[in-house]
């Protein structure tokens, strides 16, 4: 069965700290989005990856094909960053899987 | 400019009625996409159409009807509303292919009372 597993599924910290959220497959991927979902609701691709590093500003998005593993981490965290993180995977079609999302909330 | 936009934003109706949800992209894009949200903020696709032609229906009721009059375009008719269908609607849209980037609109959230 094709699964994504994220984790936490909540964190809470203060402003400053260095954030890593998880996000672990069951199966082998073409590629893996991270999203950033708002309060307001509205959803934002951060990354598309299917090896390696990017980075972009304070946010930078690994992924290990062997381990089947992904993560997100933010440098110098910000109230701003409060928002849903969820990681998606294409296992090898045009369907996007989701997992549950990390609520990341920073405290100023 | 909009890349991807839904109308309407809220959407509040009663049980037994018919609505529906536009969304339009003006990215270029070939493939568009219906997901689902539900109450506990879970994301799930219900359609993908490519360049008008319907390729991913993930076992949604026959309710809801997906139609594509061009591929900027991709509608959510849904007939005969449940309470179980009250959910936030987003579209999306991206290039063709496995691995692109997908494009997500504002989200619909539909209320069924």
């Known amino acids: 069965k094709n699964e994504v597993e994220q984790s936490p599924q909540n964190l809470t910290a203060q402003e400053g700290e260095f954030i890593t959220i998880n996000c672990s497959y069951s199966?082998?991927?073409?590629?893996l989005h991270w999203l950033q979902q708002h309060p307001g609701g509205g959803i934002v691709s951060l990354f598309m990856?299917?090896?390696g590093k990017k980075k972009h500003g304070r946010l930078i998005a690994t992924i290990n094909i062997q381990e089947k593993h992904s993560s997100l981490h933010i440098t110098a965290s910000h109230p701003r960053d409060s928002a849903v993180y969820i990681c998606?995977?294409?296992?090898?079609?045009?369907?996007?899987?989701f997992g549950t999302g990390t609520r990341l909330t920073i405290i100023p | 400019d909009t890349a991807v936009s839904q109308t309407p934003k809220y959407l509040v109706t009663q049980m037994g009625n018919d609505k529906s949800i536009k969304c339009e992209q003006n990215?270029?894009?070939?493939?568009m996409y219906w997901y689902k949200q539900d109450s506990k903020k879970f994301l799930k696709i219900m359609f993908s159409?490519?360049?008008?032609?319907?390729?991913i229906n993930e076992t949604v009721p026959n309710r809801f009807s997906p139609k594509s009059p061009d591929k900027a375009h991709l509608n959510l008719h849904i007939n005969s509303l449940e309470l179980g269908d009250s959910a936030v609607y987003f579209c999306?849209?991206?290039?063709?292919?496995?691995?692109?980037?997908?494009?997500f609109g504002p989200g619909t959230r539909l209320t069924v009372l």
């Open positions: 999306a849209s991206s290039q063709v292919g496995s691995g692109a980037t997908q494009y």
């Open positions: 199966v082998g991927i073409s590629a």
């Open positions: 990856l299917s090896s």
């Open positions: 998606a995977v294409y296992f090898g079609n045009e369907k996007l899987t």
């Open positions: 990215l270029g894009h070939d493939t």
């Open positions: 159409y490519n360049n008008k032609e319907l390729i």
